[in-house]
């Protein structure tokens, strides 16, 4: 069974940098790409990126770049989500999510709460 | 890349029928047969109900169901149940090697 194991709730002033990870099990690392995405409360998904583990091609949302890194670690078979930078905006659940194909994400993380306060 | 188009709030009662629209442009949905949609659940991580703008994978249901025409894709869900209640987005990769969400639909069984 594919499952995504995410990190857990943070609290982060503005300015600083938050970085998340996904632990993921159930299949080969490199054979599923990850995504994350980004729900403010109340609101909608928003994508951010995407990694290939296979070989860490990254692609980031333009809202998102300069201030995103995203990494896969083959050793650990874990996905890294950084974001610099922080401000109350960035106030969110972010989710890593996989598929077996780049277009779409069969299978979700439980999420992972960021709070941004100074 | 400007979010996808979807209506606030749809409602249906138990056993009928509704559709959810998704918009998007030349860039995303009426270029690539690539749209998904995703169900969420309050306080719960979304779930894939469609991919591929019209399969559905292994253990959802046959009463979900995804068409597209020109720039629109829609999902139908038939045979309501209170347990479709829930949020309801739309996905489509887009022209510039991103995805881009909708900004999600309220479903409301009567």
């Known amino acids: 069974e594919v499952q995504l194991v995410q990190s857990g709730a943070e609290v982060k002033q503005p300015g600083t940098t938050m970085k998340i990870s996904c632990k993921v099990s159930?299949?080969?690392?490199?054979?599923?790409?990850m995504h994350w995405v980004k729900q403010a409360p109340g609101k909608g998904l928003e994508w951010m990126g995407l990694?290939?583990?296979?070989?860490?091609?990254?692609e980031y949302a333009e809202k998102f770049r300069g201030r995103v890194t995203m990494v896969a670690d083959t050793s650990t078979d874990t996905v890294y989500m950084e974001l610099s930078g922080l401000r109350s905006e960035d106030t969110a659940v972010y989710y890593c999510a996989t598929g077996w194909a780049r277009h779409f994400m069969d299978v979700w993380g439980k999420g992972s709460t960021v709070t941004v306060s100074s | 890349q400007s979010a996808l188009t979807q209506p606030a709030s749809v409602s249906g009662s138990p056993g009928q029928s509704i559709t959810i629209s998704c918009t998007g442009t030349s860039s995303d949905i009426g270029s690539y047969n690539l749209v998904s949609w995703y169900q969420q659940h309050p306080g719960k991580a979304p779930k894939l109900m469609i991919y591929e703008d019209t399969k559905r994978p292994s253990g959802v249901s046959n009463r979900f169901s995804g068409s597209k025409s020109g720039y629109t894709a829609s999902l139908t869900i038939s045979g309501l149940q209170p347990e479709d209640e829930a949020d309801y987005y739309c996905c489509s990769y887009a022209h510039t090697r991103t995805w881009v969400f909708g900004g999600g639909t309220i479903l409301t069984v009567l």
């Open positions: 159930g299949y080969t690392f490199s054979d599923r790409y």
């Open positions: 990694v290939d583990p296979e070989d860490g091609e990254t």
